[in-house]
Structure formats: structure tokens, C-alpha cells
């Protein structure tokens, strides 16, 4: 019976082992088992984590392992980079991982934590996750725990204050297109683009119509090695896909948005 296993999303930051929450961590530990998602074409969705090569930790697991076991930690394989949608690889990927999930529930476990970088509920596999497990156990309760999200780790690091008064906040994923990005930059408020990898050009083209260049912070690798934080670089166009973009809000004077 699925009625008393809980299957819980556990946010855990951009990078940085010390972003954790407490409920965060106290959980991950408690869980009978921690899935971590990594790009598909790294390991086979039964193996342990211990048993896979050097370099294929994702940034979920890299984080975890300060705070869980090894043998405790499962991987799940998605097709991370996949574009176009809902492609056939992306929903094999999610129904295999899904049946990873309900194996280990047959076989007894009843708590199990899945780490998503940033935060479960803002553009996270979680979801996807979680739909595709209750499909097959309909009765297997679902809890998120909410994270520290890139924005906020770039916006501390830097100094730049995310919103101030009655300023908006746009988050946008640059996959969604260059439009909704130029529509946001012309509004108010601030504006923070993820997953620019691909389109960072377009971006740069476009900060630099709107006089916005200047202004722009960029992150990549955050709280990892090789992270970097500071302007954006005409010629910073290799980004990973976790690459996050902060516009700030023009502000003229203290208080001018009050």
C-alpha cells in the first residue's frame, strides 16, 4: 500500500551546501531515500550514486553529499536539455524515473526526499516528477520544501536588490523567447532571466537596445567551482544551462519607488 509514503520535493539552493534550510536538511536525512536528478545521458536510472563515473554528479547531488550518505542518494536521469517541449526522450525519461521511485516504494521505502536545485515549485523537474509517480500511486502523498532560489543567491552576492516599493519582479526562463524578455525589460521593475545559455546573445542584443547592459549582473556555477558573478561580458557566450541574468529595476533617488 502507497497511502502512508510520502514523496517529498526538497528545494536545495543554487549550489552552496550552507543554503540549505534546516527543515531541508533534517528531512533529506530522515528520508529512507534521496533521488537527485542528472542529465540523461550520464548514468542508468538504477544505479547508486557510488557506482557511477567521476564527474556525472549533478548539481543537486554535489550539494547533498555534505549533508547525506552516499549510499543513501539515487540518481534519476532526465533529459535536462531537451528543447521543443514535451519531446519523446523528456516523457521517457520521466515515466522511467517515476518507475525507479515506485520500485524502491514496493520494496519498503515509505519516506523519500527528491533534492531540486533553487526551490521545488519555480521551474523545477519535481512537478513532473511528481504527476508521473501518482499516476502509477495515486495514494502516495506529495510535500515540496521550499529553497533558496538563484535569484536570491545573485542578488545577495552582488548587492543588488531584487525589488524596493511598488517596483515588479519578472522571472522569466529565456527559452520562453526573446519577446516576453524585451517586453519585461521595458516595464518598471526588475527583471531576471534563467537558462541563458543558448540564447545569451540575444540577451546581450537586446540589454544593450534598451540601455540596460550597464545595470546587468550575470551568475554561473553559483556556490560551485568556477563560479563566476559580476557584469555581463560581451564576450561571455560559453554559459552553462544554470546561468542566471539580474536587470535591476532603474532607480533615480532613495525611496523613488515608494
Known amino acids: ?7 517529498t520535493g526538497v528545494g536545495v539552493g543554487p549550489g552552496d551546501p550552507e ?23 550520464r548514468v542508468a536510472p538504477t544505479a547508486t550514486a557510488g557506482a557511477t563515473p567521476p564527474g556525472a554528479d549533478g548539481r543537486a547531488e554535489t550539494t547533498v553529499r555534505s549533508h547525506v ?21 523528456r516523457a521517457a525519461a520521466w515515466d522511467d524515473a517515476a518507475r525507479v521511485v515506485v520500485e524502491a516504494i514496493d520494496a519498503g521505502a515509505r519516506s523519500l526526499a527528491f533534492a531540486t536545485i533553487g526551490d521545488p515549485n519555480i521551474y523545477s ?35 543588488t536588490p531584487l525589488c524596493e516599493g511598488r517596483e515588479p ?9 526573446l ?3 524585451a ?16 540564447r545569451h546573445p540575444e540577451l ?4 544593450r537596445r534598451q540601455g540596460r547592459l550597464d545595470d546587468a549582473v550575470l551568475g554561473r556555477s553559483l556556490g560551485l567551482p568556477g563560479e563566476r558573478i559580476g557584469p555581463v561580458d560581451d564576450t561571455e557566450h560559453d554559459l552553462p544551462y544554470l546561468s542566471t541574468l539580474l536587470v535591476p529595476a532603474r532607480r533615480e533617488h532613495r525611496g523613488g519607488k515608494l
Open 179 to 181: 519577446a516576453l524578455f
Open 125 to 159: 523537474t519535481f512537478g513532473y516528477l511528481a504527476q508521473s509517480v501518482r499516476a502509477l500511486r495515486p495514494e502516495v502523498r506529495v510535500a515540496t520544501v521550499p529553497g533558496v532560489t538563484a535569484m536570491q543567491e545573485l542578488a545577495a552576492r552582488s548587492g
Open 183 to 198: 517586453d519585461a525589460l521595458a516595464g518598471p521593475g526588475t527583471v531576471v532571466a534563467y537558462k541563458g545559455w543558448r
Open 1 to 7: 500500500m502507497s497511502a502512508d509514503v510520502t514523496l
Open 204 to 207: 546581450l542584443t537586446e540589454l
Open 19 to 41: 543554503l540549505l534550510t534546516v527543515k531541508a536538511v533534517r528531512l533529506l536525512r530522515e528520508a529512507d531515500l534521496v533521488f537527485v536528478p542528472v542529465m540523461a545521458d
Open 69 to 89: 550518505a552516499a549510499e543513501r542518494l539515487r540518481r534519476l536521469p532526465f533529459a535536462l536539455d531537451d528543447r521543443g517541449g514535451v519531446t519523446a526522450r
Open 169 to 177: 519582479l519578472t522571472l522569466l526562463p529565456a527559452t520562453a523567447g
